[in-house]
């Protein structure tokens, strides 16, 4: 997350039109955001132990880039979304764009950004641990060697770990996130004993994850190191257009596809079911630890119980997505106007019948959106399930690169990213109709 913020910063600033009244860059740099987040994390992660071996390197680099360009895309969103009529009025004074983009629309923003920060560090816990199943470290590379020995005791307790890690980082975050939210007459002195404490801590517990990984950040940037990233990537190009490779990765998007519509249509089954349970212990430890688990791992649990292929990356998604949705879906119910189920109830309707009528409909518009939104990123994730056997284009892309045929390797990430790219444009689409 340093490395990501590191690079946000920067790329927010050209991304962003806030504070300006010509951006040149800002196409440019959007469509290097595109591609840094286009390509999933695992994907990169899978690049980089290419070229700096097994180890935390990879991972390191491949949530930086990822992350760093979601970060920079909403941080210049941010900015373009607060009043600015503070900044141009610094501006008609005579300040820079950086001055006034600092001390006129930075300050209304500060809470939003930091939040978003929070909120992304809480998902890089979740991505740092499926890192390791492309060999770059953490619990998912134990995982990952514990499932391949077929060793169920050990991957039933680094799952537990795991999800102790997982509910640490949640609870962490949400503290973060609760304090931004106090008033700022309420919050104590900028020099008090909890601030300093936190500025003192963030750089401390950045220093000493670096020195804890015995990253070796000297011999990456030698001119060994370069030369040899460079042949790696010159050696994607040309990518595989021949015809029969064309029509296997075709195919391949098409499984992608069918694997998150048949993930997310079970998961919204088994959704509306927890949520209609209720908010019992039983129930939201379930919804809990069923979205605790990334889809990854599931996958890899999922291919042991029923083999490999698309069934298997369906089951996970449907898994994870549940926990998702149960949550989402309960919220919706609860929230929904309950007049027309009461109404129903006193005119003495049958039991069922003032949910089916009179909550149900209320509800579903937001229900829909939940569930389309969870199918937009259903479908990322359904093109990488493959790095674990459950098909897609995640299976292709990984059997290429083990042959180390990365012309072909290349094709199936320009698919990769021109999926991701056609996503988005559909889902921002359908949102201004649901709309």
């Not at 991972?59 to 360009?69: F, I, K, Q």
């Amino acid at each position: 997350m340093a490395f990501a913020f590191l690079l946000a910063v920067p790329l927010a600033y050209l991304a962003t039109a806030a504070g300006r009244e010509e951006a040149p860059f800002r196409p440019l740099t959007r469509s290097v955001l595109t591609v840094l987040r286009g390509i999933p994390e695992l994907v990169w992660a899978l690049l980089f132990v290419r070229v700096f071996g097994l180890g935390p390197a990879a991972g390191v680099m491949a949530l930086g880039l990822t992350y760093g360009g979601m970060l920079a895309k909403v941080y210049a969103e941010i900015l373009e979304s607060v009043d600015p009529a503070a900044a141009r009025a610094l501006q008609l004074s005579g300040a820079s764009r950086p001055q006034a983009l600092l001390y006129g629309l930075l300050p209304q923003a500060v809470k939003e950004l930091a939040s978003y920060t929070v909120y992304r560090w809480e998902c890089a816990i979740r991505a740092s641990v499926v890192m390791g199943f492309v060999g770059a470290g953490g619990l998912g590379q134990l995982m990952d060697q514990a499932m391949k020995m077929l060793n169920g005791g050990e991957a039933a307790s680094i799952l537990l770990v795991f999800l102790g890690l997982v509910f640490a980082a949640d609870a962490l975050s949400s503290g973060l996130r609760r304090g931004l939210d106090v008033p700022p007459l309420m919050r104590p002195s900028p020099f008090g004993r909890r601030s300093l404490l936190l500025l003192a801590g963030l750089p401390l517990a950045v220093l000493s994850s670096f020195l804890f990984l015995e990253i070796d950040f000297a011999a990456l940037l030698t001119v060994e190191a370069a030369d040899s990233v460079l042949a790696f990537v010159l050696d994607f190009f040309p990518p595989d257009l021949s015809a029969d490779w064309l029509q296997r990765v075709g195919r391949g998007v098409w499984e992608t596809l069918a694997i998150s519509v048949v993930g997310t249509l079970l998961a919204a089954v088994a959704g509306l079911g927890l949520a209609l349970a209720g908010p019992r212990p039983l129930f939201s430890g379930l919804l809990n630890a069923l979205r605790s688990v990334p889809e990854l791992v599931w996958a890899t649990i999922t291919a042991l119980a029923v083999g490999l292929g698309p069934f298997a990356g369906a089951l996970a998604l449907a898994l994870h997505t549940a926990g998702v949705l149960g949550r989402l879906y309960a919220e919706a119910l609860v929230n929904a106007p309950a007049q027309a189920a009461q109404a129903l109830r006193l005119a003495g309707a049958a039991p069922g019948l003032p949910f089916f009528y009179g909550t149900l409909p209320a509800a579903l518009p937001q229900l829909i959106a939940y569930t389309l939104y969870r199918w937009e990123m259903n479908i990322r994730m359904a093109a990488i399930l493959g790095f674990v056997g459950a098909g897609g284009l995640g299976q292709l892309l990984y059997v290429e690169l083990s042959l180390f045929h990365h012309a072909a390797a290349s094709t199936v990430i320009m698919a990769m990213l021109l999926l991701s790219m056609v996503v988005d444009q559909s889902s921002a689409w359908l949102r201004r109709w649901l709309a």
